[in-house]
């Protein structure tokens, strides 16, 4: 059996999402459509930004900025702008969790907790059922693997059906607004907030 150390008082491998296969589609029609045929268009994109790596990212020397920390805090920081609207706002949250480690970085860059305060956020229980803002009830990369492309879309998915409360026992009660943040290292983030109209 391998060691499930990956680095050394640093990560294991159930720290680690794991790389898998998979695909997604996803079906864009105009309401016009969708209304004709039935379908619920009680959903929209209210905001959304894409951001990159800045020469920063790699002048700074500094693993959270390579790992995508200030990618992400533009990211979101111009979708809140745009929508007029905050962090606490959020009730339900699909991040990119590649590792534990990007977890605990994005909640403080998505501003969901002040910076440094990742660990009392997660013992707080702040980041689930009950607390501030539920993250990831898909189960998020850590439980269901990461097949790149397929990802964001998976994101969409679960933030959608939350929003039009057919999530079942994963139902965020109540959620009108969903945020989902989408990674790639080297670099690019894109952040997106869904609304229930």
Not at 46 to 56: F, K, Y
Not at 88 to 111: M, P, R, S, W
Not at 131 to 149: A, D, R, W, Y
């Amino acid at each position: 059996m391998a060691s499930s150390m990956i680095w050394p008082g640093v990560m294991t491998k159930l720290m680690a999402c794991p790389p898998t296969c998979g695909a997604a589609a996803a079906l864009l029609v105009s309401k016009s459509f969708a209304q004709k045929h039935g379908l619920d268009t009680c959903i929209r994109i209210r905001a959304q930004a894409m951001t990159t790596d800045t020469p920063s990212t790699f002048e700074a020397r500094d693993m959270r900025e390579v790992v995508g920390f200030s990618m992400t805090r533009n990211a979101a920081e111009q979708v809140y702008e745009a929508a007029g609207v905050g962090p606490t706002d959020i009730n339900v949250v699909e991040l990119h969790d590649c590792f534990a480690h990007n977890e605990l970085i994005t909640y403080e860059a998505l501003g969901l907790c002040p910076v440094g305060g990742a660990e009392q956020f997660v013992c707080d229980g702040d980041n689930t059922y009950g607390g501030q803002v539920v993250t990831n009830p898909s189960g998020g990369l850590l439980s269901k693997g990461h097949p790149l492309g397929a990802t964001g879309l998976a994101q969409c998915t679960e933030l959608v059906e939350q929003l039009r409360a057919n999530a079942g026992a994963r139902q965020v009660d109540g959620a009108r607004l969903a945020l989902q943040h989408n990674l790639g290292l080297g670099g690019a983030c894109v952040v997106t907030l869904y609304e229930r109209t």
